[in-house]
């Protein structure tokens, strides 16, 4: 089967550069997954959506993603409900010295026009009330912060890509990737040969072994990261609590149940997303900690899933110098689906060699050979 | 009976119109079915709808039950060893 563009992974980054290039006015994009709808790291996400970040490629992704998000039902035509709100994330500060780094933070995302603050503990305490006083020192506010339904925004991103012209096919498996003096040449999967000039990698956790069936080396690792959700209460907590000194973050979705998920400081690279016991013991004491009330409902339910990690905690977007015609939007170490709107967009206008919406140069895989790590993200649970 | 007034999910409140109306659009599975709507995400943790919608997806595509795959279950509705508490092992 001959294809203009084949993007491996039907995620929220799959899919969101499909739309993008159909949108362009592109035809022949086929989008292969080996599994089901949302079966990796986008289905697997916490549903937070958030710009207080300490660099400035990440809070300028997170911004304007968000601006493509507060419009999203409408521009994507999609009949559902998104389940989009922003109630704001407050992330808590628990020390003078994290205070003093988040005061930092703060200036350099209002530069860049996010509306953060800083608060001291009564006004936190305002915003969400069960907070233990005795458990942080103060906490940055971003009200235009917020949630959105991870399922829902892939299937919007699916429903309009499709309707351009898009094709999709699940539960198929690339196998190898030909290619003849640096140009692609052919894609195999378990089902269906592709003739393609064309591949974008979208493939989250599996990029690395997609980078590798092209002969490229892209320097990013699985890590399985948990999650737990409670039963649906009432509304109790507006924004997303987050602290990344005590590895939590903690949000009650539209739907009434708490998701809550933290980073295992031993995870060691892996494709393993299974649930383990030590998460909850860990999970349970955090929360006793912060927010006593909320560690009152019962947990029905944990799943693991792939961070796919880069050096730097930044993601890699655009192509390679290796290969022609080969494209990656991997290594989001978290944060794949709150940043997709423009990882779709950027990647579309390099693919069409359009003059890129921002300096495509910081997100390149090249920044990664002979320079020293320089702006490593350090917001990160 | 009206397909709008038989409930498939009763912790989500799913009916089997819901279910049909996904299935139409190309959906096939129940994995897919969980996320778009939620069934098997509540208290019970699939399982009630678990058999009946395996038993509507083999009717739906007139396939043998025992070709249809369930939901993935997860802890904690999934029986976990003592000692793998003990240890805070992988389940």
């Known amino acids: 089967m001959k294809v203009n563009y084949l993007i491996i992974g039907a995620g929220i980054s799959g899919v969101s550069i499909a739309y993008n290039l159909a949108k362009k006015g592109k035809k022949g994009i086929h989008v292969v997954d080996k599994g089901y709808f949302t079966n990796g790291a986008t289905g697997r996400c916490g549903a937070g959506i958030r710009q207080q970040w300490a660099t400035e490629m990440n809070c300028i992704l997170a911004k304007k993603s968000i601006e493509f998000f507060e419009h999203a039902k409408e521009i994507l035509s999609y009949p559902g409900d998104l389940e989009f709100k922003q109630e ?125 069936m092209a002969g490229i080396d892209i320097p990013v690792y699985s890590e ?104 990656m939007a991997c290594g989001f170490s978290g944060h794949g689906f709150m940043l997709a709107p423009m990882t779709g967009l950027l990647l579309a206008e390099v693919i069409l060699e ?27 649970v | 009976m009206r397909k709008e007034d038989i409930i498939m999910c009763r912790c989500e409140d799913v009916s089997l119109d819901q279910i049909h109306k996904l299935l139409e659009e190309g959906y096939t599975t129940y994995e897919d079915l969980k996320r778009l709507l939620r069934v098997g995400m509540g208290p019970c943790q699939a399982n009630t709808c678990g058999h009946l919608i395996q038993r509507e997806l083999a009717t739906y595509f007139k396939k043998p039950i025992e070709e249809v795959p369930v939901h993935k279950v997860r802890p904690l509705v999934i029986g976990v060893p003592l000692k793998k508490i003990a240890k805070g092992e992988e389940k």
């Open chain 1, 88 to 212: 704001g994330y407050l992330i808590l500060a628990t020390s003078k010295e994290e205070h003093d780094q988040f005061t930092k933070n703060v200036a350099l995302q209002n530069r860049l026009g996010i509306p953060s603050k800083q608060l001291n503990k009564e006004e936190a305490l305002k915003i969400v009330p069960h907070l233990n006083p005795d458990a942080f020192y103060s906490a940055t506010f971003c009200q235009t912060d917020g949630h959105l339904n991870p399922f829902k925004m892939t299937e919007a991103y699916y429903l309009a890509a499709k309707s351009l012209g898009v094709t999709f096919s699940f539960y198929e498996e690339v196998t190898s990737i030909d290619t003849l003096d640096h140009k692609i040449q052919a894609v195999y999967t378990n089902k269906e040969t592709y003739q393609t000039n064309v591949v974008i990698n979208a493939a989250g956790g599996y990029s690395h072994e997609i980078g590798k």
């Open chain 1, 224 to 327: 399985n990261h948990e999650i737990l959700a409670t039963e649906p209460v009432e509304k109790m907590q507006g924004p997303m609590v987050m602290s990344f000194s005590k590895n939590i973050y903690c949000q009650q979705v539209p739907h009434g149940a708490f998701l809550m998920g933290r980073s295992n400081p031993d995870a060691k690279p892996s494709h393993q997303i299974e649930s383990t016991w030590s998460f909850l013991d860990h999970m349970s004491k955090t929360l006793i900690d912060i927010m006593p009330k909320v560690a009152e409902l019962r947990v029905v339910r944990q799943w693991g899933g792939s961070y796919n990690m880069s050096p730097d905690r930044q993601p890699i977007i655009g192509g390679t110098d290796e290969l022609e015609g080969f494209y």
């Open chain 1, 354 to 380: 359009e003059k890129p919406s921002m300096d495509m140069r910081p997100l390149h895989i090249n920044r990664f050979i002979d320079q020293p790590m320089i702006h490593q993200e350090k917001s990160v």
